[in-house]
């Protein structure tokens, strides 16, 4: 049985249209067609509607974001204004009011209060890694002594403990050990012989003279005379002097030096580490951090005899009773007597005995770092450093350096409070334990060599910001040259006059270019500081800054450096009483540092490297590889090909705005960025040299010409090995720096066809 009007019912009764509703329902299925075909069209309209929309939304937004690049000014005239030469001075008074040498505990409550003020400032992040390394230090309670014996008999004693003071005037009075560091402890004695400056040439010379120096004590009236060169040829000892004729060089009288004016005094020791190595004894390559390998102190390679310095009143004492013939006139100092050979003295059964009872231990050092984080590339890395750690007070030598990069800091952090912040990420370094090696420096970036390969930009130093005031001297490779000009044209002189205002005008004066007079002298990284590990070892392009010290219209290191005497009140006295050249290198150095965290374009000069590589086939150790038949067609081609490809290169940025996408400036910044890293070695060189990584280093090819050196000429085929690794090299920088295609790269683009995309897809699934 169904259910009244089910299926069977509605199948027996068919339904039956009249004739109107025929026509009714043939209008509504036209109707429908109609308005069916008019929404089609609307879709096509509204989807090309909103591609252009897209397009426009896309372009919007990139000309929004690049205009910020182009409208964004660096807050230089800021940072200047606010640069004060009251705090320069308070800084260097409070970083050398007391003695801070490398491991002591003065070391980690600079680096604390360095770190405190850091955080104060503002800073993003600020630490202090920490590293075992292998120092040497004197004993407080039982100093090294040098004394002349004559019969078995103590006839004069310099004891290696004196009173030092930072203001001769009043100051507080320490009790300090002169030392050399990582010298040899133990007994030495014998026959004294003097050894002129310690080169390797006025050895020869001795021994062209038939004078031994095996089985006696030598002196050097140089402060860098090459005391393990003096043990490998067999002297027991070695003592070190600063001759008035570099240090004291209008006379020395008491009138005529420290305190009284700006000369060594005759009773200035000075002090230096006895190695030619850098970073940790212990953990060469690696960083001295928990679980590294650290080899035997007996392969060290430290100095083997004991050695100390002495002043050169104490050293006139000695010399005034040296027996032997005169020396030639250019081993004379200007000490009152006259300078002899030796060996022995004018009195019989005289010798010199020298007792060192330097110890070298494992000790905690700590660099501190400060960041800044970039707004628009934060993996992007500029670096400014200088080391801490100083000899005796270190006035000068570290602390001008450390008050000018905390001033810069103190001032970096009112702009970050003031609502700036750079492009790129800035780390401001106070490295320890610089003095005894570069330790701080060398171990940080063997620690992080692999990301600051990948990604630091630049490495400004800040050792002796103001060792005089004379001129500026800049050490730095030719990438960064043109820029360190730029800047110093814009930095007002202290010693301005006339139409000479700037310091570069100063610069072209004083210390004009032996090729180009025109334009200053750019030093070839000649005073080694913590630039060393950045540039030599991983292609960091560097630059290192100091106001020098001069002399009758000469640049000349400071008298007092590495002394007792490199004081706060030195520096206040006589080089710098208003601290106007501390106020002078802050803004120099300080420009330079929002230059390069903050133009969308790194201002690196990819010509002056061009031409540099050019003027290295001018080089005399490049024609005496021609003088031996070396082949140097390969390197030719390779500096060509390098020429042609930055001059394409030059052209091509020259046409950026700043304005342009970010994936395009990375490109152009990231391949000026790595031009520098084709110049470094995967292997070190096979000889024995600090400069162990780097090709190219000012007119030659390093690893060529030591290995040329070492083997005197005979091991040809040794050098065209290294000949072949420049050409390498330089072909493969031309390679980073050819430019690349244009392309279609953009926000814009990529925004507009994926909105568009989304957009189909919408309409798609309404129909």
């Not at 409070?94 to 209060?113: C, I, M, N, T, Y």
């Not at 040829?233 to 570099?246: Q, S, V």
């Not at 810069?408 to 334990?433: D, E, Q």
């Amino acid at each position: 049985m169904s259910e009244p009007g089910g299926k069977n019912s509605i199948e027996q009764q068919p339904l039956e249209l009249d004739d109107n509703e025929v026509i009714l329902k043939s209008a509504k299925t036209k109707r429908c067609s109609y308005f069916y075909n008019q929404k089609k069209y609307l879709i096509v309209l509204l989807i090309i509607l909103f591609t252009l929309a897209g397009f426009l939304f896309g372009y919007f937004i990139h000309k929004h974001k690049t205009s910020s690049f182009s409208k964004r000014s660096t807050p230089f005239k800021d940072y200047s204004d606010m640069v004060d030469p009251k705090k320069l001075e308070e800084y260097l008074r409070d970083f050398s009011e007391s003695p801070h040498v490398a491991g002591s505990k003065k070391q980690l409550e600079l680096a604390q209060r360095i770190s405190e003020l850091w955080k104060s400032y503002g800073f993003d992040e600020v630490e202090m890694p920490e590293y075992s390394v292998l120092l040497s230090r004197p004993q407080q309670d039982k100093p090294n002594t040098v004394s002349l014996i004559e019969d078995g008999k103590v006839v004069h004693k310099i004891v290696g403990k004196i009173n030092v003071t930072s203001d001769p005037s009043g100051g507080k009075v320490f009790q300090y050990v002169p030392f050399l560091a990582y010298a040899s402890n133990g007994t030495a004695e014998g026959e004294l012989v003097y050894a002129n400056l310690g080169t390797e040439r006025d050895f020869k010379l001795l021994q062209a003279r038939n004078i031994s120096i095996k089985g006696k004590i030598v002196i050097f009236r140089n402060i860098h005379g090459r005391v393990n060169d003096a043990a490998k040829l067999g002297a027991k000892g070695a003592l070190l002097y600063p001759d008035p004729i570099e240090h004291s060089s209008e006379g020395q009288s008491e009138e005529d030096t420290y305190p009284n004016t700006v000369w060594s005094s005759p009773e200035a020791i000075f002090e230096k580490p006895l190695r030619y190595m850098y970073g940790d004894p212990l953990t060469p390559d690696l960083p001295s951090i928990p679980g590294m390998y650290r080899r035997p102190l007996n392969k060290t390679g430290l100095p083997s005899i004991p050695s100390q310095p002495i002043s050169y009143k104490d050293a006139m004492y000695l010399l005034s009773r040296l027996n032997g013939s005169e020396v030639p006139e250019e081993w004379r100092g200007t000490l009152n007597l006259t300078y002899r050979f030796g060996p022995g003295f004018k009195t019989t059964n005289t010798t010199v005995r020298i007792q060192v009872y330097n110890k070298v231990e494992r000790m905690s050092i700590y660099n501190a770092i400060g960041t800044i984080r970039g707004r628009e590339e934060p993996d992007r890395i500029v670096f400014i450093g200088n080391h801490r750690d100083g000899f005796f007070f270190g006035a000068v030598d570290p602390s001008s350096g450390t008050a000018t990069l905390m001033e810069m800091s103190r001032v970096f952090g009112k702009l970050l409070k003031a609502g700036w912040r750079p492009r790129r990420t800035i780390k401001f370094c106070s490295w320890a334990a610089e003095e005894f090696g570069l330790v701080g420096s060398v171990e940080f970036v063997q620690q992080n060599s692999k990301l600051l390969s990948d990604r630091a930009v630049a490495y400004l130093n800040t050792d002796v910001a103001v060792g005089g005031k004379f001129v500026l001297v800049t050490q730095t490779c030719p990438l960064l040259t043109d820029f360190i000009f730029s800047w110093a044209k814009k930095i007002r002189d202290p010693n301005a006059h006339g139409d000479k205002t700037s310091m570069y005008d100063i610069m072209v004066e004083r210390l004009p270019s032996k090729k180009n007079p025109s334009e200053p002298e750019a030093v070839n990284f000649e005073y080694m500081s913590d630039y060393y590990p950045f540039y030599k070892t991983i292609g960091v392009s560097s630059a290192d800054f100091s106001y020098f010290f001069g002399h009758k219209k000469k640049m000349r290191l400071y008298p007092v450096y590495h002394t007792q005497e490199d004081t706060f009140y030195w520096v206040k006295k006589f080089v710098d009483p208003e601290f106007k050249f501390h106020e002078a290198m802050a803004k120099f150095q300080g420009g330079m540092l929002l230059d390069l965290a903050d133009s969308p374009i790194l201002p690196f000069g990819l010509t002056r490297l061009a031409n540099a590589l050019k003027a290295t086939m001018e080089s005399a150790s490049y024609k005496k590889y021609l003088e031996n038949n070396l082949r140097t067609d390969h390197i030719v081609r390779a500096i060509y090909k390098f020429g042609n490809a930055s001059a394409k290169f030059v052209e091509a940025k020259e046409k950026l705005t700043g304005r342009e996408d970010p994936l395009v400036l990375r490109r152009f910044n990231d391949q000026m960025m790595e031009v520098e890293r084709a110049f470094i070695r995967l292997t070190k060189y096979p000889y024995k040299n600090p400069i162990n990584n780097h090709v190219l280093n000012g007119d030659m090819y390093i690893g060529a010409f030591f290995t040329f050196i070492s083997g005197k000429g005979k091991n040809l085929g040794d050098v065209e090995k290294q000949l072949s690794i420049v050409a390498m090299a330089i072909s493969s920088a031309a390679d980073i720096i050819t430019p690349l295609p244009s392309s279609c790269q953009g926000l814009y683009p990529f925004v507009m066809v994926h909105f568009s995309c989304f957009m189909l897809l919408f309409f798609h699934v309404q129909l």
